[in-house]
């Protein structure tokens, strides 16, 4: 039981697990909130909402935490962003430690899905592009707009956003700057960054460096990107563009946006571009029609990219599945995803992960929703069943947004959020293949048959 309890799989687990306890007690501690006082449950939702960068909050950051509790949950946003076995794998290659190839495996297949690159450079790479583009961030926020963002302010934001945290140190997030194109993109940018994936990033910087000096692609393809970089930056500006022309003309014909068409379209592309696991909001989500909140659901479960410091099923999953729903309508044998069709194996694993996604977002709504009135009739509890389910996919997603219900949740309805934020945060796939590492492979195969369906 130890040693399957030590394996890569469950070293995620642990580690997340670990960060989440010793946030709690730090943020529970009188110099966290000195003269205010904080629940120990109210602590733990805090710690894992930073540490699982969803952004869902019970207290308002800004005011309530001290400087020391507000460093401690950019702590957390930092080591839940990057990813506690990307720091753990960096530090025993600096430490001189043997890694083994069954750790090499694990931390590929969750960054790079190819088991034969090199730990030790790309974890450098990952550490030092990430801080590279949060000094960045930070620079152009505060230079940007001194007044509003302090050297402080600008630092945390710019974590918090490449992160794809959604914390604020302002009560009312952004919608101060909710007309501001300036200091919106620059968020916008951070959180597309830190949702493209580690990979993604690095293969990007290559090839503007190759661009630079007039080199072919290093990878000796005839195309410029590779096959996983090429599906997920095509994903992501279709989700961008289809979710802001969406969400648009719901509020155009909805609730009647009234201002000038481009800070409109900005409100529409900012809700767009942080609904995909950031959690900043440039407006109330309360404020908007229920078409735009089911919008905002969808792309909130569907995520960012793989390897990146996102929730979500992924874009990865989505354009399989979809791929895999066009081939039905074509009678199509293979599933095609760009140029290459999608192997039997990964299609599986993209319909388990979406039927676990739909399991458990399904089964935690019918479980707030029992902690949050099911003794109430219908009548009295009207529309609440979507700010339950807005609540719980923020929470599988680990975005951040909701309609206003968080502080005001039960205990039990926190405890449900608390093990959505976890287990969103890690994965379903990653939780289901740790569990079956504790299995024994099957020597056998029952006999097969046909079965009527649909």
């Not at 501001?180 to 968020?187: E, L, N, P, Q, R």
């Not at 968080?406 to 959020?417: E, M, N, Q, R, Y």
Request: with cysteine; hydrophobic share 50%.
């Amino acid at each position: 039981m130890r040693t399957k309890l030590l394996t890569p799989f469950w070293l995620p687990v642990h580690f997340f697990t670990l960060g989440i306890l010793l946030g709690t007690v730090l943020l529970h501690a009188d110099a966290a909130h000195p003269g205010q006082t904080l629940s120990w449950l109210d602590s733990l939702f805090t710690a894992t909402s930073a540490m699982c960068v969803t952004g869902l909050i019970v207290v308002d950051t800004g005011s309530f935490f001290s400087p020391y509790g507000q460093g401690v949950i950019l702590a957390l946003i930092q080591l839940g962003g990057l990813g506690i076995m990307t720091y753990t794998s960096l530090a025993l290659y600096l430490l001189g430690q043997h890694v083994s190839l069954a750790d090499r495996l694990a931390v590929s297949n969750s960054l790079l899905h190819d088991p034969s690159f090199s730990l030790k450079s790309f974890l450098m790479r990952v550490v030092i592009g990430t801080f590279a583009i949060e000094l960045v961030g930070t620079a152009l926020l505060y230079f940007s707009h001194p007044g509003g963002f302090s050297l402080w302010s600008a630092f945390f934001h710019s974590i918090s956003a490449f992160c794809n945290a959604g914390f604020s140190l302002y009560s009312d997030s952004l919608t101060r700057w909710q007309g501001d194109w300036g200091i919106c993109s620059i968020f916008m940018a951070l959180i597309i960054l830190g949702g493209l994936g580690f990979y993604v990033l690095n293969e990007l910087a290559t090839r503007i460096a190759d661009a630079a000096r007039l080199r072919p692609p290093r990878n000796g393809s005839c195309y410029f990107f590779t096959w996983h970089t090429s599906v997920v930056l095509k994903t992501t500006a279709f989700l961008i563009v289809a979710g802001t022309l969406a969400i648009y003309f719901a509020e155009m014909y909805g609730s009647g946006w009234s201002g000038p068409w481009h800070k409109e379209l900005l409100k529409a592309l900012f809700n767009s571009v942080t609904s995909r696991t950031a959690g900043f909001n440039t407006m109330e989500m309360a404020d908007l029609t229920n078409v735009s909140l089911v919008l905002i659901l969808m792309l909130m479960l569907i995520g960012g990219s793989p390897g990146s410091c996102a929730g979500g099923v992924k874009t990865t999953t989505f354009r399989a599945i979809w791929g895999f729903i066009v081939a039905q309508f074509k009678g199509a044998e293979q599933a095609r995803v760009g140029r290459f069709a999608l192997d039997l194996h990964s299609m599986r694993r993209a319909l388990t992960l979406a039927v676990f996604a739909a399991f458990i977002v399904g089964f935690s709504s019918l479980a707030l929703e029992i902690t949050e009135g099911g003794d109430l009739p219908h009548h009295m509890v009207r529309g609440h069943f979507l700010d339950t389910l807005f609540e719980v996919v923020s929470a599988f997603g680990t975005v951040g947004l909701s309609t206003g219900i968080t502080d005001s949740l039960s205990a039990p309805g926190k405890g449900v959020i608390i093990m959505l934020m976890f287990v969103g945060r890690l994965g379903p796939i990653w939780l289901l293949s740790a569990l079956h590492s504790w299995q024994r492979p099957t020597r056998y195969k029952v006999p097969e048959d046909s079965l009527p369906l649909g």
